[in-house]
């Protein structure tokens, strides 16, 4: 049984960055009251101070109509080469004006948007998590291999888990 750790504040946003950071790509998912739910991967241009997660999008994507429909959203973080994962659910904003596009502009997305920040429909998702989860894992990645050979080895159960609630609040 993994350990739980539930964290708040400073301590859930460092976590949540560190997760976030670690494995860059979530899935995003809307229309959250249908069934199948929509979700598609995306790049993460950062979290910010408050534990907002920001994202570059075409503004005539089907995920900026749906956010404008029902702003709820769930972030699906998995690093299983790491042991890492996360979920978070919040309330999307979509921005167009120039200053957050430059806020939240990386190099990397210059791969999807070939004219830069000046991309016509240029648009950034920021997610405000309203509930969030983690799992993770006590030691590090060499720790924790050796950790599941010597439980293999010895017929025994392997659990150096960690889990909790990431509690922030909404700024």
């Known amino acids: 049984m993994s350990a739980i750790n539930n964290l708040s504040d400073d301590n859930a946003i460092l976590k949540m960055k560190e997760i976030a950071e670690r494995v ?7 229309k959250l009251s249908s069934i199948p739910f929509h979700a598609r991967p ?3 241009s950062k979290v910010d101070e408050t534990g907002k997660f920001w994202f570059m999008s075409s503004g005539e994507s089907d995920k ?7 702003d709820q959203v769930q972030l699906i973080f998995s690093d299983p080469s790491g042991s890492r994962y996360m979920s978070v659910f919040g309330e999307a904003d979509i921005f167009t004006d120039q200053k957050t596009i430059d806020e939240a502009w990386t190099p990397f997305a210059g791969a999807w948007f070939t004219d830069g920040k000046n991309t016509p429909g240029l648009s950034v998702i920021i997610v405000h998590p309203t509930y969030a989860h983690y799992w993770d894992t006590k030691d590090s990645k060499m720790i924790t291999l050796l950790k599941i050979a ?3 080895i010895a017929g025994k159960p392997f659990d150096d888990g960690v889990e909790g609630n990431l509690t922030v609040k909404i700024k």
């Open 24 to 30: 860059n790509t979530c899935m995003l998912c809307t």
């Open 150 to 152: 010597a439980a293999a």
């Open 42 to 44: 995306m790049s993460i």
């Open 64 to 70: 900026i109509m749906e956010i404008q429909q029902n």
